[in-house]
């Protein structure tokens, strides 16, 4: 028998999109839409909410008042991770947050080993939810360390940030010689003529194109 998932993947993706666009599509099954409305609010409830227990209370609450559905607090957990894994709710997000989402899941953990008195097993617990907490902590200040500050004055010159300052008339002079030079030098014309072109032209080009053809 096929699981809710197995189902769910069977179905082709514009139905999908347009069930979760419109909240109704007649090529879906009815089971497979209850399942999939349950996924959806599980990553609705999950986006504001990242601690699994309490998000599981929220979903439970909400599948009985809209659904009419009774449904376990341990199901709807296993909802909200469907939801996370179906959606792929979290691949951007940063690690930060996944150490708070454990830190959360250790502290949970810690209250189940408290109530079977297992106070080791509850230390365990809220010993990895402080380190996750911690890390979360060093994840954040290292972020805000990372900024760049960049200072931008109307008054700071080119010159003081260590460039040296270039005339543009200077920077078009020397491309149209280097037009020029590469036009009379192709010219079907005598070197002296080019030469003398050259000098005409006012191009300072002209003595080095002189000691090169004398080579």
């Given at each position: 028998m096929k699981s809710e998932i197995e189902k769910l993947d069977s179905i082709h993706p514009d139905l999908i999109s347009a069930f979760l666009t419109n909240g109704e599509c007649d090529g879906i099954p009815k089971d497979v839409k209850l399942f999939l409305q349950q996924l959806q609010w599980s990553a609705e409830i999950f986006e504001h909410e990242r601690n699994i227990t309490r998000a599981a209370k929220k979903l439970k609450l909400r599948i009985n008042a809209e659904q009419r559905i009774k449904i376990e607090e341990r199901t709807c957990m296993a909802r909200i991770y469907q939801a996370i894994n179906y959606f792929q709710v979290d691949c951007n997000v940063p690690i930060k947050v996944w150490e708070s989402n454990f830190a959360n899941k250790y502290e949970d953990l810690a209250k189940l080993c408290a109530l079977n008195r297992d106070y080791k097993g509850m230390k365990s617990c809220y010993d990895a939810a402080l380190e996750c907490r911690r890390r979360s902590s060093e994840i954040a200040e290292a972020d805000r360390d990372l900024g760049?500050?960049?200072?931008?004055?109307p008054e700071l010159t080119p010159e003081?940030?260590?460039?040296?300052?270039?005339?543009?008339?200077?920077?078009?002079?020397?491309?149209?010689?280097?037009?020029?030079?590469?036009?009379?030098?192709?010219?079907?014309?005598?070197?002296?003529?080019?030469?003398?072109?050259?000098?005409?032209?006012?191009?300072?080009?002209?003595?080095?194109?002189?000691?090169?053809?004398?080579?």
């Open positions: 760049v500050l960049f200072l931008i004055s003081e940030l260590g460039f040296s300052k270039k005339s543009l008339k200077d920077i078009a002079a020397k491309h149209n010689q280097g037009f020029y030079v590469t036009l009379i030098d192709s010219l079907p014309i005598e070197q002296k003529e080019k030469k003398r072109l050259l000098r005409d032209a006012d191009i300072q080009e002209a003595e080095i194109v002189e000691e090169i053809q004398n080579d």
